[in-house]
């Protein structure tokens, strides 16, 4: 009912910028929340960046100045701009909206399929 679709991943040296980009579609009433999170091979899911309806943002501390979160909200949209990457911040990217299918509804996480980012050094 509810898909999300990334792109913009790709194989970039240290010190470069890649822009990432999800497209949330499908039965949506409203969008609370729309983020990104990267998983490092053996390691856990962890959030980079989110922002929420209201325009507040949040990062993580390790990409705080270097990445930027933006949404259209027009087009159910989620961008994240970084910069200055480093190969520690190789791994998957993945999208995430929190968001009510119909009114009244309890609010969900959804994910998209994700995006690998690469960070040679």
Same mark, same amino acid.
């Given at each position: ?7 913009? &991943?790709?194989?970039? @040296? %240290?010190? *470069? ?5 999800? /497209? #949330? =579609?499908?039965?949506?009433? !409203?969008? +609370?929340?729309? &983020?990104?999170?990267? @998983? %490092?091979? *053996? ?5 980079? /960046? #989110? =922002?929420?309806?209201?325009? !507040?943002? +949040? ?63």
């Amino acid at each position: 009912q509810v898909q999300l679709v990334e792109s913009g &991943g790709a194989l970039v @040296q %240290a010190g *470069g910028s890649l822009c990432l980009s999800c /497209a #949330a =579609s499908g039965r949506i009433f !409203s969008i +609370n929340r729309m &983020g990104w999170y990267r @998983q %490092a091979p *053996g390691k856990q899911r962890e959030l980079v /960046a #989110a =922002s929420t309806s209201d325009g !507040s943002t +949040n990062y993580a501390d390790s990409v705080k100045g270097r990445f930027t979160v933006s949404r259209d909200n027009a087009k159910n949209t989620v961008y994240l701009q970084m910069n200055s990457l480093k190969p520690e911040e190789t791994g998957v990217y993945y999208c995430n909206a929190n968001l009510i299918t119909r009114m009244w509804g309890d609010p969900a996480d959804y994910w998209g399929q994700g995006t690998q980012v690469t960070v040679s050094s």
